[in-house]
């Protein structure tokens, strides 16, 4: 070999090890930095937040195990992380309560029906989560204020209850929750949530329809709002989420020629894709917690077979939804959830367009 030949031979084996030990280097850089960012930030396993410190919120990384005490209003107040999985976390002792990332929930500590803290969530890892904590009555809160349907008139006066699902303890946009009826002697009952479906033994059967919500038998039945059933079958799917839910579904013309639309949840429950486990067991949860995180979702789904929604639609506007489902497109409607023990519901969506929705359980 010549001498030029061996001083190129070895200058590449210079280089060879220069690359291989920058590239060597730039992983154990890459490893640390991500140790770092999600191991090594502090995480707390216990720590004590001031009411000071809720002015502008205060941010930690925790574990599941970690404790938490605040102080709000003089009264001190503890919770646990007691679980976390990949899409919400759940708190225990003196809040209970189960959270998804990225949404707000609002917590009453002293029990007087107003906001006091507001928490948070990202989820990080596995076991890691960034949580936020700020105390609401230090901020500006917009409310959000939901009603239910007026009472009947009695002794001249109906009245109505109001929550503000954010709970954030002011009142200056609170509607109206009692008003004079006098000379209202002829109300339409259906300003109260009374359900004109109790009985559908001479509805006319429109079957069962499991592919597109509705069918022809059921959209037609809108042209004269003739009384018919129909049983449908929903299956959505939702960020590796398979949610079936089958459904009564009803319509009838009341007294102004306008019609009634009635739905009534017979069964639901959730399903996790094959996709969804294969991304959890790939994160390392169990096939148990898997399987436990979906029994949970479906006992709290349970809590709401035999919700029924009532709204009064104008034709056109009904069969327009209708024409919509057929093709595909629902957009939903209702949103519901127990407060204090009762039921409230928010519509939107599909149901947007109607004059007026009420229901019950």
Same mark, same amino acid.
């Given at each position: 070999?010549?001498?030029?030949?061996?001083?190129?031979?070895?200058?590449?084996?210079?280089?060879?090890?220069?690359?291989?030990?920058?590239?060597?280097?730039?992983?154990?850089?890459?490893?640390?930095?991500?140790?770092?960012?999600?191991?090594?930030?502090?995480?707390?396993?216990?720590?004590?937040?001031?009411?000071?410190?809720?002015?502008?919120? /205060?941010?930690?990384?925790? /574990?599941?195990?970690?404790?938490?005490?605040?102080?709000?209003?003089?009264?001190?107040?503890?919770?646990?992380?007691?679980?976390?999985?990949?899409?919400?976390?759940?708190?225990?002792?003196?809040?209970?309560?189960?959270?998804?990332?990225?949404?707000?929930?609002?917590?009453?500590?002293?029990?007087?029906?107003?906001?006091?803290?507001?928490?948070?969530?990202?989820?990080l890892d596995r076991d890691l989560i960034n949580i936020?904590?700020?105390?609401?009555?230090?901020?500006?809160?917009?409310?959000?204020?939901?009603?239910? @349907?007026?009472?009947?008139?009695?002794? @001249?006066?109906?009245?109505?209850?109001?929550?503000?699902f954010n709970l954030c303890g002011t009142e200056n946009?609170?509607?109206?929750?009692?008003?004079?009826?006098? +000379?209202?002697?002829?109300?339409?009952?259906?300003?109260?949530?009374?359900?004109?479906?109790?009985?559908?033994?001479?509805?006319?059967?429109?079957?069962?329809?499991?592919?597109?919500?509705? @069918?022809?038998?059921?959209?037609?039945?809108?042209?004269?709002?003739?009384?018919?059933?129909?049983?449908?079958?929903?299956n959505l799917f939702y960020e590796g989420f398979l949610?079936?839910?089958?459904?009564?579904?009803?319509?009838?013309?009341?007294?102004?020629?306008?019609?009634?639309?009635?739905?009534?949840?017979?069964?639901?429950?959730?399903?996790?894709?094959?996709?969804?486990?294969?991304?959890?067991?790939?994160?390392?949860?169990?096939?148990?917690?898997?399987?436990?995180?979906?029994?949970?979702?479906?006992?709290?789904?349970?809590?709401?077979?035999?919700?029924?929604?009532?709204?009064?639609?104008?034709?056109?506007?009904?069969?327009?939804?209708?024409?919509?489902?057929? /093709?595909?497109?629902?957009?939903?409607?209702?949103?519901?959830?127990?407060?204090? +023990?009762?039921?409230?519901?928010?519509?939107?969506?599909?149901?947007?367009?109607?004059?007026?929705? +009420?229901?019950?359980?």
């Amino acid at each position: 070999m010549s001498t030029n030949n061996l001083f190129f031979s070895r200058r590449g084996n210079v280089f060879l090890k220069l690359f291989v030990g920058i590239f060597l280097a730039l992983i154990i850089v890459f490893i640390f930095l991500y140790y770092l960012i999600y191991h090594t930030s502090p995480s707390v396993q216990s720590v004590y937040i001031p009411e000071i410190d809720l002015v502008e919120g /205060t941010f930690l990384k925790v /574990t599941e195990g970690s404790q938490i005490n605040l102080s709000y209003g003089a009264e001190e107040y503890n919770f646990i992380i007691y679980s976390i999985s990949s899409h919400k976390f759940v708190l225990k002792n003196d809040l209970n309560s189960e959270i998804e990332y990225n949404k707000t929930k609002n917590f009453d500590l002293d029990n007087d029906g107003k906001g006091d803290i507001s928490i948070e969530a990202k989820f990080l890892d596995r076991d890691l989560i960034n949580i936020s904590i700020m105390g609401l009555s230090l901020i500006d809160c917009p409310e959000n204020w939901y009603c239910t @349907n007026w009472t009947p008139c009695i002794n @001249n006066f109906k009245e109505r209850k109001c929550i503000d699902f954010n709970l954030c303890g002011t009142e200056n946009q609170k509607p109206e929750f009692e008003k004079s009826c006098m +000379g209202e002697f002829n109300q339409n009952t259906s300003s109260s949530v009374v359900n004109h479906f109790e009985n559908l033994t001479d509805f006319f059967d429109c079957g069962f329809e499991n592919s597109t919500i509705i @069918n022809g038998c059921f959209i037609q039945s809108v042209d004269e709002c003739n009384k018919s059933k129909l049983i449908s079958k929903i299956n959505l799917f939702y960020e590796g989420f398979l949610f079936n839910s089958t459904n009564l579904l009803a319509v009838k013309s009341d007294s102004n020629n306008s019609c009634y639309y009635y739905q009534k949840n017979l069964n639901s429950f959730f399903e996790f894709s094959e996709e969804l486990v294969e991304e959890l067991i790939a994160q390392g949860y169990s096939q148990k917690e898997i399987s436990d995180e979906e029994k949970a979702m479906n006992d709290s789904a349970q809590n709401f077979v035999g919700l029924w929604t009532q709204c009064l639609f104008n034709k056109e506007d009904l069969k327009q939804v209708f024409e919509n489902w057929k /093709t595909g497109n629902y957009q939903g409607g209702e949103n519901c959830d127990f407060v204090n +023990g009762e039921l409230f519901c928010q519509y939107s969506g599909d149901f947007k367009s109607a004059i007026q929705c +009420g229901g019950g359980i």
